[in-house]
Structure formats: structure tokens, C-alpha cells
């Protein structure tokens, strides 16, 4: 990492382009047609314009054979140029991991102004013979670096080049034919070179996908997997959890997901005489009522023997005539039909209605889950910090207690929730491994996520420019092939799973039929209120 941020430095004092070729003299027998041709089919297998679309050349050069070829090679017009003599301060991530540069140099001076140069970017460097031969002779290690991590082409006023690059897997030199440039991919052996990835262990244990494939990729390409707990040290790939870079075009998109979830409490058991009130929702009970009115009112008008009654008295009568059947004498041919079809509906709606009470007597009821946006904004609290405040969502103090599995809260996850659970689990360093049993067992019981996710990307790997393109590679054969899928399907995981228990394993107390005795209670004053009432009135009446 610190090599590619050593970048900080390359080229500056821009000069626009298209230049005009009237200001450079061709010097005389000088094949500039050749040696552009050299270069431009050189950089364009080096550097394919679909992924490094700027040349960017650094004009250092006062030699007349770069006079001669510059015109030619700005005239082409495959890439967009940009012409420097000098070096800028500033440079956007799209320089490091996308730039392609044409070095024109001519003495060792020159050399020691590109030295900010590392692997970050690919170079060219074009320069005369005699360099070549002083490089190559020197015992200046640093000197020797500098040159070998580009394609140096070498020059000299005869019309001849010679194309060397050094492969720093194999230690070697490699020399391409000018006339017939093919540029070898020199990572398709790399002799044991050690690539490297960041093991943060939390993580790199539950996601053991990513070693693999580290390990995959070393075996096709004779390299050796390592795997680095320190990140002061540098390393070839890391992964990219953080959701600011993910727009980032230095990033690969890779295999998995990574989000951030809403943490909700799980849904609270319901009373138990709520299995009262379940078998129909709410839109079956107002229908039934309305039902029930109707037909009170239209008896209370028509009715022969029933209308004589009190419309309240009418109405228990056709709520008992459901429940049990007919409690009162009725008759008329109107008031006798009409309550017979209410007799036949009432066999099939009580028939139902109990069916439906002793099948959801097997489990506990439960009130509905939090799943939607709309939900979470409706009923979730989070703590008063930045982020749920930028949704709008509702917050309580910072300090205070909610109490166990009540407060909502945000948690970043990979792929799925089970994965997330077990990463969170080894980040807990409390009582050791009772902590994070502790953990899951508190966890399973009073949280999941909500259905809805937040800024949900493919997981991203953060590559050093030198592999990027063979890690690109192996990354999209991944995609292709369904090895992640796989992976992870056929791999043993722990069965955690949330039960609901049931009325079975459940002790019944006072406090579980409180409604049924709030209705006890209430019936039994309302019953003395109302004796108490018509003694009073009955008295009032005989005096």
C-alpha cells in the first residue's frame, strides 16, 4: 500500500492536445515512422485503450530522435494524450490504477525524476543505447529498480531498437522482437512469488471462501497463498467492507454481498385467549357485525314475535342464535326465513370457527414481525446518534435503557444473516467462548433482521495494480462457474434456528387469561348494576 500511495507524484504543467507538428524538425536519417510505430504497438498491448484510454507522456527528452517521433506519436488517435515536462503534485485514484505513460529520456537525471514512479501505473520508457548500457553495467541497485519495473525500449540513431523487460517472478530478462511485439503475460508462471491477502480473523474464519480462493488462484498460477494478520505490512488484497469506497473504480466487485441490516425485536407472544379473536381478522368480525345489525334493525321493523323485543334483546338473540341456536320463540313467514338463513350461515361459520381455534391451539400466537420500511419508521426506536436520524426514524435518548430486545439498531453483514451472527460472535471477547454462546443464544431469541436492507453492494476486493488483472480474471471465471454458490451450500454450518414454543410446553397462568377475567369481572358488575337498576325502578313503579 504504501508503494501505490507513493504515486503522489507524477506528471504535471499539462500541455494540450493535439499538439501541432510544424513546431518539431524532423532530423535527418531518422526513421520516426518505425520508431512510433514501435512504441504505439508496444503500448497497446501493454495497455489496452478499453481500460487505460490517456496516454500520459513525460517529455524529458532534448535527443532529436524524440523530436522526430513525438509528432507521430500524438497524431495517432486511438488514446487521448496528455504531454508533461514536469511533475504535478496531485493525482486521482483513476492515475494510479488507470494510467499508461510514455517516459522520453535521455540521461540518468532523468531517471531520478521518475523515481516516484512504482508498480502503481504501467511505463514506458523510451531512451538512447548508451543509458541502457550504463544501467546495465552499474552496481547501483536503486538505479537498476527503476528501470526494470517498465518496458524500457531501447534506441539509438542507427534505426534500431531492442525491447527488454524484467520479470520480477522469474528474476529474468525478457527480450521482445520489435518487429513481431507480443507481449507475454508474465503472471501465468510466477515461480512461487507470495501473494498475499489480509486475515483479519473475526472475519477471515466464518468467510473462508476468500482464502480458498487466494489458495485457487496461487495453484493455477505457481504462486504461494499467504495470509497476514499484520496491516502495517503490505499486501496484494484486501477486502473492502467500508460502503463510502464502494463507487471507488479501483475496486472489483467480487463474489457475495455486504449490507447494512435493521436489528428488530422479534415479535411478542400474543395472550392466549387472542386465539379467540384469530381464526378471523378484522375485516370478517366488522362484516359479521354489520351482518348482525342489519338484520336487528329489519326485525325490530318487520319482525312478527322478535320485534315485539328490545333491539339490544334482538341482537344477543341473533348472536346466540349463531353461537348455540334459537334462545326465544320467532315465527311469521318473513322473521322465520330470514332467521333459518342465518341458522345455516351460523352451522358453517361456528364449524369453521372452531376448526380453526383447535389448529392454532398447537402453537403460542404471535403479534406481526417488522419487516418493511414503512414498519420499522411506524414502530422501531433506535439511539439518538447521526444515522438513524438521517432516515427520519424515531430515537429515544442517549444514556437510556429500553429494556431487553426492544431497540432497533443498525449492524453491517455479509451475504446472510447466519454469517453476520457468527462474525459479530467472534468479535465478543467476553468470557471467552461462554460469551459468544451467550451472544447467539441472546441474540436468536430477541432479534432478526428486517426483510429490508440498506446501501446493499457486491462484496469488493481491494487489488494492487500488479495482479489486478489476474484476480480480475479468476474472478469472473468464479461468476461464471457458480463455485461461491457451491461453496458455501455444501459447507457445515452450526443449526441455529429460532423456535416458537407451544401451548404445550407452556404453563397457563392467572396472568395469560387476564382478558377473560377483566370480561368476568366486568359481566358480573354489569349484571349487579343492572339488577340493582330494575329493583330500583320496579320499587319506584309499585309506589
Not at 206 to 228: G, H, P, W
Not at 346 to 365: E, P, T
Request: a neutral charge.
Amino acid at each position: 500500500m504504501l508503494r501505490v500511495m507513493s504515486v503522489l507524484k507524477v506528471f504535471g504543467v499539462l500541455v494540450v492536445v493535439p499538439v501541432s507538428v510544424c513546431f518539431f524538425l524532423t532530423a535527418p536519417n531518422i526513421n520516426a515512422t518505425f520508431y512510433a510505430h514501435t512504441l504505439l504497438e508496444l503500448h497497446r498491448q501493454v495497455c489496452p485503450v478499453a481500460k487505460y484510454r490517456n496516454l500520459v507522456i513525460l517529455w524529458l527528452s532534448h535527443d532529436t530522435v524524440m523530436d522526430a517521433v513525438l509528432p507521430h506519436i500524438i497524431s495517432e488517435d486511438t488514446y487521448t494524450k496528455t504531454v508533461s515536462r514536469a511533475v504535478i503534485l496531485n493525482i486521482t485514484n483513476d492515475d494510479i490504477y488507470h494510467s499508461c505513460n510514455l517516459l522520453l529520456i535521455d540521461s540518468l537525471n532523468d531517471l531520478e525524476t521518475v523515481n516516484s514512479l512504482q508498480e502503481s501505473v504501467k511505463a514506458i520508457y523510451f531512451y538512447p543505447k548508451w543509458i541502457h548500457e550504463m544501467v546495465k553495467s552499474t552496481a547501483n541497485e536503486s538505479l537498476l529498480q527503476l528501470v526494470r519495473f517498465g518496458y524500457q525500449v531501447v534506441y539509438d540513431h542507427s534505426n534500431t531498437i531492442a525491447i527488454y523487460r524484467w520479470n520480477k517472478y522469474s528474476n529474468q530478462t525478457t527480450t521482445i522482437d520489435p518487429y513481431k511485439i507480443a507481449v507475454p503475460d508474465e503472471t501465468r508462471d510466477m515461480y512461487g512469488y507470495n501473494l498475499t491477502m489480509f486475515f483479519y480473523e473475526p472475519i477471515s474464519s466464518v468467510m473462508t471462501f476468500d482464502a480458498y480462493f487466494l489458495e485457487l488462484v496461487c495453484s493455477k498460477r505457481n504462486a504461494t497463498a499467504i495470509q497476514m494478520a499484520n496491516s502495517s505490512h503490505p499486501c496484494d488484497i484486501f477486502s473492502a467492507i467500508g460502503f463510502q469506497y464502494m463507487y471507488r473504480s479501483w475496486l472489483l466487485h467480487t463474489f457475495g454481498t455486504t449490507f447494512i441490516a435493521v436489528n428488530v425485536p422479534r415479535a411478542k407472544p400474543k395472550p392466549i385467549v387472542s386465539v379467540l379473536i384469530d381464526p378471523f381478522d378484522k375485516y370478517v368480525w366488522i362484516t359479521y357485525l354489520l351482518l348482525v345489525l342489519a338484520m336487528a334493525v329489519t326485525i325490530s321493523k318487520f319482525g312478527e314475535i322478535l320485534g315485539r323485543c328490545r333491539f339490544v334483546e334482538i341482537v344477543l338473540e341473533l348472536v346466540m342464535t349463531c353461537l348455540a341456536g334459537p334462545s326465544r320463540t320467532y315465527g311469521g313467514t318473513f322473521e322465520n326465513r330470514l332467521l333459518t338463513m342465518f341458522c345455516l350461515m351460523g352451522i358453517v361459520l361456528i364449524s369453521s370457527y372452531q376448526s380453526l381455534i383447535i389448529s392454532f391451539m398447537s402453537i403460542v400466537r404471535y403479534g406481526p414481525e417488522i419487516n418493511t420500511l414503512e414498519e420499522i419508521h411506524e414502530q422501531c426506536l433506535f439511539e439518538d446518534y447521526d444515522e438513524p436520524r438521517s432516515f427520519g426514524f424515531k430515537t429515544y435518548p442517549n444514556g437510556t435503557q429500553l429494556g431487553f430486545g426492544l431497540g432497533c439498531s443498525f449492524e453491517k453483514g455479509r451475504d446472510n444473516e447466519l454469517l453476520t451472527m457468527m462474525m459479530t460472535a467472534n468479535i465478543i471477547h467476553i468470557r471467552q467462548d461462554y460469551g459468544k454462546e451467550d451472544y447467539i443464544r441472546y441474540r436468536l431469541a430477541k432479534y432478526r433482521f428486517a426483510n429490508v436492507k440498506m446501501f446493499e453492494y457486491p462484496m469488493c476486493f481491494m487489488v494492487l495494480p500488479r495482479v489486478r488483472d489476474l484476480f480480475l480474471f479468476y474472478i469472473r471465471a468464479v461468476f461464471e462457474s457458480g463455485i461461491y454458490e457451491y461453496y458455501y451450500n455444501n459447507k457445515s454450518t452450526p443449526a441455529w434456528f429460532y423456535k416458537r414454543n407451544k401451548f404445550a410446553n407452556e404453563v397457563v397462568k392467572v396472568k395469560d387469561l387476564m382478558l377473560l377475567w377483566y370480561a368476568y369481572v366486568c359481566g358480573t358488575l354489569l349484571s349487579i348494576v343492572c339488577l340493582v337498576l330494575e329493583n330500583v325502578v320496579h320499587k319506584e313503579s309499585k309506589e
